[in-house]
């Protein structure tokens, strides 16, 4: 059973890579928020929306792909 002292969340970022986050993965990174140690909330507010700004325009590019795709 999970208790507030032992409950972890983790937030992964596929192309976390590419962002300014610690870890050795070729391509994800995750950031673990932990009871007992305190947050950076400005820092984790920033990083969310650097990944969130950064899924946006890899969708968008993927659109314009696709659609450039069916025009042919």
């Given at each position: 059973m999970t208790?507030?002292?032992t409950l972890e969340l983790v937030g992964g970022y596929y192309c976390g890579a590419e962002l300014p986050m610690e870890?050795?993965?070729k391509f994800m990174r995750h950031v673990m928020l932990r009871?007992?140690?305190?947050?950076?909330?400005a820092a984790l507010k920033a990083l969310v929306a650097m990944a969130s700004a950064d899924v946006q325009a890899r969708?968008?590019?993927e659109q314009r792909i696709k659609g450039h795709e069916q025009v042919r």
């Open positions: 208790t507030p002292s870890g050795r993965g009871p007992e140690v305190d947050i950076d909330a969708l968008r590019m």
